[in-house]
Each structure stands twice: as structure tokens, then as C-alpha cells.
């Protein structure tokens, strides 16, 4: 057996769920595992295919006599699979914090299964123009063991000011002990130690590619005034946010994030791409694939604080035009301010769906970006019509990428590259990058 075999051996069943023993199957969305009690299809997390383990039920059997599955998290290794290994992160174990499912699993190993699940979910959608089997998650570039790449982490903080993160499916704050998978600068901020201030609902740390840190409190009614920077947060930029909004301590409430020769100023809980690669590696894959002509038009929508737009304007030259369309207006500001040396490029604030179907005229090509929801059929179809040579789809959700992709495919268009990239190791999260072009071309 192997020591994290031991070790949850010794769990206790919490929460008193009915224990199973299963025979472990293929991977599912969302970083489950297939296995079957009785016929019925068993979601389980916390295992590894092939193995045989004891499972806790998460569902009620009696409530849930006549659903199509039960949920259940493996508590005791039986047989353990080849695929399994002490974990990175002890933390993140049965009944522990959420956002490390597989920390368990070999990396080579969780590549292979996230290339199983991008694959199947390709399959189900009716994805067709590409051939999905050559679809395979690559490891981002230098990471080797996949730990300490998360540059943003949201930390939880309970009614006595402990600092740690939510548990998996759970409200209770978990402690995060060695917290591996965050970058060191957050790790150093050694907020596991630290108790918050009364009213401290959540801290936002960033570890970002330029300038010092920063230490984000929240909380409706927290008072500014009762914050006493720990020594251990050296010279990080410290903020607290209220209902009121941002008050900066020290700093100015934005990070630094610098890709190649361009620095992006970005806010302290704005969005930006989490693995400390991600940004770079992701700016030269749109580089390589969106083929924006010089003196052409591009669209960057869902574009945050600039960072595809930078690469599009780059390839339209000063003779072209870019539009980066974006929802949060604090992130259009900020994407104006970091390209203000690119004439060519302006922004818009405005729901995407909104903005394209109000847009008259064409583009010749388009990079996306949209949250997990992804951009959905009906902006999928206005693309079609719109967009003369190239659309580059980024996509951090495989699910609404595969429906996406099937819906244009539908309005004549192929998928003509498709990379998937591990920028959330020890997660089951997936990135990727669909490069799509009319079927005619
Ligand atoms: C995954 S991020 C990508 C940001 C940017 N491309 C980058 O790589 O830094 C998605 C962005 O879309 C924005 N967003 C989400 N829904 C939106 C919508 N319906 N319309 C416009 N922007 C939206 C979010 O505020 C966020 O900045």
C-alpha cells in the first residue's frame, strides 16, 4: 500500500456516508472517476483508473433511490492503480481543501487522462472537421513537477479569522499546510499562519511576473483600520475591499504582470492568466495561429487587460485596427491605459454578444477568450457570418469549447488546429486553443 494509501485508510468516514467498495473505471468530467454499485454509475473522486477502493457516498442512497448516479469520495485504497502517487499535497486528500483533485495521480499520467476526457467530451459534442484522437494535453513549458505555478489563489477565512481555503463541495475552511501548487512569493505570505481581522470574509494573494506582491482582504464591513500588516508580507501591496470598495494600504491596488518587452497593469482581483507561464506561452500560440494581415482588422473579445490585442496589433501593424471588446469596465480602462502606445488598437466596454451583434461590417480575424460558460451558439453564429479568414478560440472549459466548436462547424466552418495545454497541474482543468477557418478555405 502505498503511504497515501495508509494515510486515508486512517480517515474516518466524515460526514457518515454509506461506505462502497468499487472497482475504479474510466475518467469523467470534472475530475471524477467511473465505477458501478448495483448498475448504477458511481461519480468518484479522490482515485485513479484501475484501482479498488472504499468510497464515501455523498449523496443520501434512500433520498437519491431513483437518481441515474450517485457521488462518492474514495476514503481507503484497497489496490492501488498504476497511476497513483504519494500526493503533492496532503491537504487536498479526502475531506480536505478543494482544487487539487489530482494531486494524487503522476503528472504524465494526469495529461494522458485529461487527454481522454478533451477527447470524449470533442466525441459527444459531434465534433467532426478535426481529427480528435491527435488531441493531447502538453505540459506548459518548464514545468516539471508542476508545482508552484498558481500566481493567483482565493483564500477563505472562517468566523475566527483562521486563513486556508474552502474543502471540495464544502463551506468549511480547511487548512492549506504547504499550499505547494501556489507560487512562492504567495506561499512566503505564510497567510496560513496569520489571523485575519474581524470581518475578513476572503484575501485575494497575487504573485505577479513584476513588482511586489499583493495582499487583497475582503469583507463587506471590514474595517481598514483594524489591519495590522504581518512582517511575514514583507513588501507586498496591501489592500482591503468593502462594500464602499477598494481602499489600497500600500500600493495602488494594481499588479504588474510583464510579457517579453510589455508591461499589462492589471487590478489586484482582476482577471489575468493563472500559471505563471500561462500568459506567455498562450500569447505565442495566438501569435502563431491568428495570421492577422498587416493593415487588416482584428477583433480580441473577452480581451481583460490586453493581452491577445497586444499580439493582434502587433500583426495588423500601425495601418490595421483592433478592437479588444471587453465586459468589466475597470479591466477596458486598464487594456486603453497598457496599449496606449498602439494607435491602432481601441477598446470597447460591452458584453461580447451584445457588441458583435450590434457591429456592422466584417473582420478578418478574431482571438476569444470567454470564462468557463464559453461564447455560446447564438455569438458562435454571428462569428460565422462575420469573420473573412481566422477565429483563434482560447478556452479554459473543454465542455462549451466542444459545443462551441460543433455549433460553427455547423455554419461551415473547420477546426484546423487544436492544442490543449496543462496550465492547472494536479487540477483536472484543461487549456485550449482551437484554431478555426471557413470550411472553403
Ligand atoms: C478568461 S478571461 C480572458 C481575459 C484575457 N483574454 C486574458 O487572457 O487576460 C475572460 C474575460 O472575459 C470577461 N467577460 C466575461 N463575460 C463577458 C461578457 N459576456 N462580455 C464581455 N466580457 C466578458 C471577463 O471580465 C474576463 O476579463
Redesign the pocket.
Known amino acids: 500500500m502505498t503511504p497515501e494509501a495508509e494515510r486515508m485508510t486512517s480517515l474516518p468516514a466524515a460526514g457518515g456516508g454509506r461506505l462502497l467498495t468499487l472497482t475504479v473505471g474510466p475518467p469523467a468530467a470534472g475530475g471524477t472517476f467511473v465505477a458501478r454499485h448495483e448498475g448504477r454509475v458511481v461519480f468518484v473522486r479522490g482515485t485513479a483508473p484501475g484501482e479498488t477502493i472504499t468510497a464515501r457516498l455523498l449523496d443520501d442512497p434512500e433520498e437519491k433511490a431513483n437518481a441515474r448516479f450517485w457521488r462518492a469520495e474514495a476514503v481507503d485504497v484497497l489496490e492501488a492503480g498504476v497511476d497513483r502517487v504519494p500526493s503533492v499535497w496532503e491537504e487536498a486528500a479526502a475531506d480536505g481543501v478543494g482544487g487539487a483533485e489530482w494531486a494524487h495521480i503522476a503528472l504524465p499520467a494526469q495529461r494522458r487522462i485529461a487527454s481522454e476526457v478533451l477527447q470524449e467530451l470533442l466525441r459527444r459534442a459531434g465534433v467532426s472537421s478535426f481529427p480528435i484522437e491527435q488531441v493531447q494535453v502538453e505540459p506548459a513549458s518548464h514545468d516539471v513537477d508542476g508545482l508552484g505555478w498558481r500566481t493567483r489563489v482565493r483564500f477563505a477565512v472562517d468566523a475566527d479569522g483562521r486563513v486556508g481555503m474552502r474543502g471540495w463541495r464544502s463551506h468549511d475552511v480547511r487548512d492549506v499546510g504547504e499550499n505547494p501548487l501556489a507560487a512562492r512569493a504567495i506561499r512566503e505570505l505564510r497567510l496560513g499562519e496569520w489571523t485575519a481581522p474581524e470581518g475578513t470574509e476572503a484575501i485575494d494573494a497575487v504573485a505577479p511576473s513584476a513588482g511586489p506582491a499583493s495582499v487583497v482582504l475582503i469583507g463587506r464591513d471590514l474595517d481598514p483600520e483594524a489591519v495590522v500588516v504581518p512582517e511575514a508580507w514583507g513588501e507586498a501591496d496591501v489592500s482591503v475591499r468593502t462594500s464602499r470598495g477598494l481602499v489600497p494600504l500600500r500600493g495602488d491596488g494594481t499588479v504588474h504582470e510583464r510579457v517579453g518587452e510589455r508591461l499589462f497593469t492589471v487590478a489586484a482581483t482582476?482577471?489575468?492568466?493563472s500559471h505563471r507561464r500561462a500568459?506567455e506561452m498562450?500569447g505565442e500560440v495566438v501569435e502563431s495561429t491568428l495570421g492577422a494581415p498587416r493593415g487588416g482588422s482584428a477583433w480580441?473579445?473577452?480581451?481583460?487587460?490586453g493581452?491577445?490585442a497586444a499580439v493582434a496589433a502587433e500583426q495588423v501593424g500601425p495601418d490595421g485596427t483592433v478592437i479588444t471588446?471587453?465586459?468589466?469596465r475597470r479591466?477596458s480602462q486598464l487594456a486603453g491605459e497598457n496599449l496606449e502606445d498602439l494607435p491602432q488598437v481601441s477598446t470597447a466596454t460591452?458584453?461580447?454578444?451584445d457588441w458583435v451583434k450590434a457591429r456592422r461590417g466584417g473582420v478578418d480575424a478574431v482571438v476569444l477568450?470567454?470564462?468557463r460558460s464559453g461564447a455560446g451558439a447564438e455569438l458562435m453564429e454571428l462569428l460565422a457570418a462575420a469573420v473573412r479568414q481566422r477565429i483563434v478560440y482560447?478556452s479554459?472549459e473543454p465542455s462549451t469549447l466542444a459545443r462551441d466548436l460543433a455549433a460553427i462547424e455547423k455554419k461551415g466552418w473547420r477546426v484546423v488546429d487544436l492544442r490543449a495545454f496543462d496550465l492547472f497541474p494536479h487540477t483536472h482543468h484543461i487549456e485550449s486553443v482551437a484554431l478555426l477557418e471557413p470550411a472553403g478555405a
Open positions: 482582476g482577471f489575468w492568466q500568459a498562450l480580441d473579445l473577452y480581451g481583460g487587460v493581452l491577445f471588446v471587453e465586459g468589466n479591466a460591452a458584453d461580447v454578444t477568450d470567454p470564462p482560447v479554459c
